[in-house]
């Protein structure tokens, strides 16, 4: 029961960290790009883009400190055995992002008030590069360690004991290329659709009173457009990295794979399975295409895949993760589609790119982008179950032994809830006290 409220909390966690996480790697990009863009072309739209954006970077950047210090508090007290392991084999990176989010800190400081400082404007955006730069790197730096748990290296463990340890196999594993990527081109992807379909949202609720709402108007369909095209750039990047991220499974994790795809039976020609439901002896009413998944894992559609029965029973992950796999792929689907219709009504009928049904789409496609992140962690953690570090450190060897877990648990949830809302009231009040002017 402990260990149930231990991974509960733990997930509750990841959940809130992963929004605030995802939006600090990705603003600071739209940010640089766009003052960029506001440079070259001496278009004030643009520029005004990296500005307001640029106090919703600084805000985040602090929230996003804080939760993910509440994150490193309950590795600390809930997984001590796994933090005992970690911190003499995988510590290396968990260092570097250190001194990632140490340079993001202080040229966000230095970006943030400098505007207009400089008499030639591409200084002030090189200050940018180093947030860029630093954000990115403290995803990947934290993405290896989880990398780590899926695919341990480095190290020999014997009788709970670790030698041999090469800190920079264990960081650049065989996880790594692809975690890495998917995670972070993803987390590009969601930033773009979450602030087009805000813009979107904003442009749906916009009257025709005046000179200045038309203006209004204007700026809000210019920044959806951009944020679009930017975003296609990455749903371009998400489809490559998903199919490596499916074909190492193929390779190194072949249990997840088989419990996330509800393959039961080792077999050649594989079909992928989409959709049904999930049962102890298959997928039911699944929707099947042939060899599918054998030519997605291996490139031809008659090559082997492992199925559920080539493994021990006892170390098969929740099966229920089947249907994270469904979502995850369906909310990609969707938020590949409606940027490319966007896209294309932009270029051909662009009155309808702006009706309320697409900025509705717009909208939708945001929140679909986060879900479809949050589902791609679950299926991630949850498939490598019962393992904390798989093969190595189960999830309850890696557990605190304390038995004040469920009693002190309602701490943290309630600390990310009003984490939450405060960051939303700060930046509400703020939009509210420095309107548009343009």
């Given amino acids: 029961m402990q260990l149930d409220y231990g991974r509960t909390l733990m997930g509750d966690s990841l959940g809130f960290h992963i929004i605030f996480a995802l939006l600090g790697v990705g603003i600071p990009l739209l940010v640089s790009l766009s003052e960029l863009l506001g440079i070259v072309r001496h278009d004030i739209l643009y520029t005004t883009m990296a500005k307001r954006w640029s106090y919703v970077m600084s805000v985040l950047f602090v929230t996003g400190a804080i939760s993910g210090m509440i994150i490193s508090t309950q590795l600390s007290t809930l997984w001590p055995t796994f933090m005992a392991l970690a911190g003499k084999v995988i510590g290396l990176p968990f260092f570097l992002e250190g001194f990632a989010f140490f340079i993001e800190a202080i040229f966000l400081g230095i970006y943030l008030f400098t505007w207009k400082r400089f008499k030639n404007p591409y200084i002030h955006w090189l200050c940018s590069l180093p947030i860029v730069l630093g954000s990115v790197a403290s995803a990947f730096f934290i993405t290896t360690a989880n990398a780590f748990m899926n695919s341990p290296a480095g190290f020999t463990y014997k009788h709970g004991i670790a030698s041999n340890i090469d800190p920079i196999k264990a960081m650049f594993n065989q996880a790594t290329p692809t975690e890495t990527t998917h995670s972070i081109v993803s987390y590009y992807l969601t930033t773009c659709l979450f602030f087009a379909g805000m813009y979107a949202l904003f442009l749906f609720k916009s009257k025709i009173n005046d000179k200045k709402e038309l203006k209004r108007k204007m700026y809000y369909k210019k920044t959806i457009t951009f944020l679009v095209c930017v975003s296609f750039i990455f749903v371009l990047l ?112 662009k009155a309808f790119a702006f009706s309320k049904i697409m900025l ?75 309107k548009l002017d343009l």
């Fill in 238 to 349: 998400i489809g490559l990295t998903g199919d490596s991220s499916a074909k190492y499974l193929a390779q190194s994790e072949p249990l997840k794979l088989a419990a996330a795809e509800g393959l039961y039976t080792t077999q050649t020609n594989a079909p992928l399975q989409v959709l049904g439901i999930t049962t102890n002896h298959g997928v039911l009413h699944a929707l099947t295409i042939p060899g599918l998944l054998s030519f997605l894992s291996f490139g031809s559609t008659q090559a082997r895949v492992l199925g559920l029965n080539y493994f021990n029973p006892t170390l098969w992950p929740p099966l229920w993760i089947h249907y994270m796999f469904d979502f995850m792929v369906g909310s990609g689907i969707f938020i590949t589609i409606i940027p490319l219709l966007f896209l294309l009504l932009a270029r051909f009928k």
């Fill in 360 to 434: 509705l789409l717009l909208f939708l496609s945001g929140v679909v982008s986060f879900c479809a992140v949050e589902f791609g962690w679950i299926l991630t953690e949850v498939g490598r179950q019962p393992f904390a570090i798989r093969g190595i450190m189960t999830t309850k060897q890696a557990f605190t032994t304390s038995t004040s877990v469920a009693t002190f648990g309602y701490l943290f949830p309630t600390l990310y809830i009003f984490l939450f809302a405060v960051t939303i009231w700060i930046l509400k009040r703020h939009y509210k006290k420095n």
